[in-house]
């Protein structure tokens, strides 16, 4: 697979021309991340989470710490159910908030029968430890490899935010080959990390986190009061 990163000549910017299956990430115009703003309010459909815990099968892939999740924990949105099948993180974070934006950004990837796609993401901003990621960050792998499984259980539900309003649009996914077609489900409420979860995730990946790309007229709603 070609090549890409977020630095130098392999740059976001760049994503489009370094192979012809990645021109999408400059052709597109339905592209992740965006700059939530300007949402249009209105009531939203229930997510359905059904997430158990899941054993940690996790991957430096080089562009990011990858969890694997077990088979059977998923979301039911609008009468699709869509099986977890990883986690995943960025620093800092790829969506931002009327131009702001957060440490860490997590992404819980679902996919349906179909292979249509729905991720959920979940904003970290600096405060308490967060005990669902320590399992995780205790063998956090200092360098890229293959999906290797480690002691210890981790479970998605305890990664979610309390409340469970979100804002959602149609987008792609924020790494190449970019492609469209991405339900994007993100939660309003960040949750916490520690400075030292912060810094650790900062320290193996400083930037891999895509800047905001233009709406192009998508609508973007939230159920947010
Ligand atoms: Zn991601």
Redesign the pocket.
Known sequence: MTHWGYEGPQAPEHWGSLDPAFSVCSTGREQSPIDLTGAEREALSEIGFEYAPSPICIQNNGH?IQVDYQAGSGIVLDGTRYGLVQF?F?HRS?HSVDGADFPL?L?L?HEDAEGALA?VGVFLEEGRANEALAPVWRRLPAEAGPAALVAGMVDANALLPERRTTWRYRGSL??PPCSEGVSWLMMTEPVTASREQIEAFGALFPVNNRPVQPLNGRRLVTDAG
Do not use: F, G
Request: net charge negative; charged share 20%.
């Open positions: 990011s995943h960025h790829e950004e992404h990837v991720v924020t790494t």
